[in-house]
């Protein structure tokens, strides 16, 4: 056995170590997008496709990692990532020490060959990812779909004889990663499966807190609850004042934003959201673009602390005419 085998062998026997001794995993706040409200720190794709450590208590990045990569979630002790597709057909999971951003191992997966593994956003297509910490193991289930670049709309059949306009083939699947003899091993999910249908985000009937009125959204641990309130804006027309709750009805905190509602969590008095991209005239008349944004704000003032630019999973770019 070559030195490099044995040291990546021996890093791996460590990692799943560290495993059996953590117990709690970060969320998932958005599509790559992991926050650890316990810990403090944050596993946050940046703009150009590298994934970032950051704290959350000022937004230091502590690691980012040496080749792109799209972070999925923290299972085994492993920050798994799905790394940049090379080519239709196939995608490349990374298993990454979340202390460092080290690889310590890479698992290449076969899809149907016209699947592009990609996240980085593109016209007419979109890959997205969702992992899910089983106690046999980690299970990756994978969705793509494709809509035919059109100017305007066409109507069409679909698969059961119906007309649909501009429709959208999809292909799915799973695989579970299975460890074998200190190594990852990627095993096709045969049966048609589909991930753990998420609740709602809007609160329904008898799950809304009573006396707040309005929408109520809740957030990605579901221990609090939004109620966005819209107010007129000069530049942006309308924003929203958004009151946080905990769950026993008490208002712990307030945010403005141009949106209604955003993915969220609180920690202490951090209210910590993926907030969209959005522009405006300022108030010199130039107009001014934000990005899509991981935002750390703090709740009793309303005041953002920090802010991170991440990668939109979302092709907003030029289309047909």
């Given at each position: ?6 040291k ?60 792109q ?60 990812a ?109 924003i ?15 945010y ?6 955003a ?36 709740l ?21 005419p």
């Amino acid at each position: 056995m070559g030195a490099k085998t044995m040291k990546r062998k021996v890093l791996l026997i460590a990692l799943l170590a560290m495993a059996e001794a953590s117990q709690a995993a970060p969320l998932v706040l958005s599509p790559g997008v992991l926050v650890d409200t316990e810990t403090g720190l944050a596993f946050a794709a940046n703009r150009n496709g590298f994934t970032q450590q950051l704290q959350l208590s000022d937004g230091t990045s502590i690691w980012t990692s040496p080749e792109q990569a799209f972070p999925l979630g923290v299972a085994d002790g492993f920050l798994v990532a799905l790394a940049r597709a090379e080519a239709p057909g196939s995608a490349n999971v990374l298993l990454m020490d979340p202390n460092t951003g080290n690889v310590a191992d890479r698992i290449s997966v076969d899809l149907p060959e016209p699947v592009s593994a990609s996240f980085f956003p593109q016209p007419g297509q979109r890959f997205e990812a969702t992992l899910q910490d089983t106690e046999e193991g980690m299970r990756f289930y994978w969705r793509h779909e494709v809509r035919a670049l059109r100017g305007a709309a066409m109507v069409e059949l679909d698969a059961g004889g119906n007309e649909v306009i501009n429709p959208v083939t999809v292909t799915s699947g799973a695989f579970d990663l299975v460890a074998h003899q200190n190594r990852q091993l990627a095993i096709p999910v045969r049966a048609d499966v589909a991930p753990p249908v998420a609740p709602t985000i809007a609160l329904q009937g008898a799950e809304r807190i009573p006396g707040i009125a309005g929408e109520q959204y809740r957030a990605a641990d579901d221990r609090h609850v939004l109620s966005p309130e819209a107010k007129p804006h000069d530049a942006l027309r309308q924003i929203y004042t958004w009151s946080v709750y905990d769950r026993d009805g008490n208002r712990v905190g307030h945010y403005t934003s141009p949106y209604a509602r955003a993915p969220y969590l609180v920690r202490n008095s951090q209210l910590i959201l993926r907030e969209q991209p959005f522009a405006h005239a300022g108030t010199n008349g130039q107009w001014q673009e934000h990005s899509t944004r991981l935002v750390v704000a703090d709740l009793q003032t309303g005041r953002e602390l920090w802010d991170f630019e991440i990668l939109d999973h979302q092709y907003r770019g030029p289309t047909p005419p």
